[in-house]
């Protein structure tokens, strides 16, 4: 007993180990249940946010969104609208960042499904890129590969590797 009583004195009068923490992100603010138009420097829709949750952080004036809607515009026209689990916007709002499953579907012929995960939007240069699998998804084809960069504009994609397509002909 003297022993266990000696071993739990001199463990307890060590000094406490430093364990090391990451500074939690502070909030300047939440918005809950809200609907954001981001305009571009001319004064036009870029695009469009809806989400249960967003947190804008102090640190880098980003925000983080749960569950976005995200609509993106061109001349006023809606173009496209991407579903994701979360979205990263930096501060100036032309660059956002939808990790995980992310799901894109355009507003204009030819109308087009891409599923993939881990995409970066460019909004305001209608680009869009990730390095993750890839299904495209028209009328007429379908085409899978890993990675894509594509022009929302004109709705141009480029497959980077393992590219397989199925194209069916109009009858």
């Known amino acids: 007993m003297g022993l266990a009583l000696s071993l739990w004195l001199a463990a307890s009068l060590r000094e406490p180990e430093e364990v090391e923490t990451l500074p939690a992100a502070r909030s300047d603010y939440l918005l809950e249940e809200f609907d954001l138009l981001v305009m571009d420097p001319n004064g036009r829709p870029s695009f469009r946010?809806?989400?249960p949750y967003l947190e804008?952080?102090?640190e880098d004036e980003s925000v983080t969104i749960t569950t976005p809607h995200l609509t993106l515009f061109e001349g006023g026209e809606v173009t496209w609208r991407m579903q994701?689990?979360?979205a990263w916007?930096?501060?100036e709002g032309d660059e956002i960042w939808l990790p995980g499953p992310v799901k894109l579907a355009s507003e204009q012929a030819p109308l087009t499904i891409?599923?993939?995960s881990d995409v970066t939007?460019?909004?305001q240069e209608n680009l869009a890129s990730s390095e993750a699998a890839v299904e495209v998804i028209r009328a007429d084809m379908r085409s899978q590969g890993v990675g894509f960069e594509v022009d929302l504009s004109r709705q141009q994609f480029d497959i980077l590797s393992q590219v397989k397509g199925y194209y069916e002909p109009p009858s």
Do not use: A, F, G, M
């Open 114 to 116: 891409v599923n993939t």
């Open 84 to 86: 994701s689990e979360s």
């Open 56 to 58: 804008k952080n102090q």
């Open 89 to 91: 916007i930096n501060r």
């Open 121 to 123: 939007v460019l909004p």
């Open 49 to 51: 946010v809806q989400s």
